[in-house]
């Protein structure tokens, strides 16, 4: 019902900046939480941030105040603006949606629909 598809990933230096992109099809996009994920090697996929279906923004207190969520329904995009870059940054970014209208937004398994990911490379 969902396809994403992320952009926007790159290699960037010590405290620059990136927008990430993550483009859905489907009807019903704005009724959808919209998640962005992250995952270095040899680590699980961890939550970055969320926008949920009722305008709701959280962040993961690793991210919070440098990474901004936001989303345009007439638009169907979803995007990450990360700012201040750290190398522990360093991953493969996912976004991914939610059909469910309850219970926890910060763990993958709650996500119905992943795009293929988008690498992020900080350097120092």
């Known amino acids: 019902q969902v396809q994403l598809v992320e952009s926007g990933g790159g290699l960037v230096q010590v405290g620059d900046s990136l927008r990430l992109s993550c483009a859905a099809s489907?009807?019903?996009?704005?009724?959808?939480?919209m998640g962005w994920f992250r995952q270095a090697p040899g680590k699980e996929r961890e939550f970055v941030a969320v926008?949920?279906?009722?305008?709701?923004?959280y962040y993961a207190d690793s991210v919070k105040g440098r990474f901004s969520i936001s989303r345009d329904n007439a638009k169907n995009t979803v995007y990450l603006q990360m700012n201040s870059l750290k190398p522990e940054d360093t991953a493969v970014y996912y976004c991914?949606?939610?059909?469910?209208?309850?219970?926890?937004?910060?763990?993958?398994?709650?996500?119905?629909?992943w795009g293929q990911g988008t690498q992020v490379t900080v350097s120092s």
């Open positions: 991914a949606g939610r059909t469910s209208k309850t219970g926890r937004w910060d763990t993958p398994r709650a996500y119905d629909y």
């Open positions: 926008f949920t279906s009722s305008g709701g923004r």
């Open positions: 489907g009807r019903t996009f704005s009724s959808y939480a």
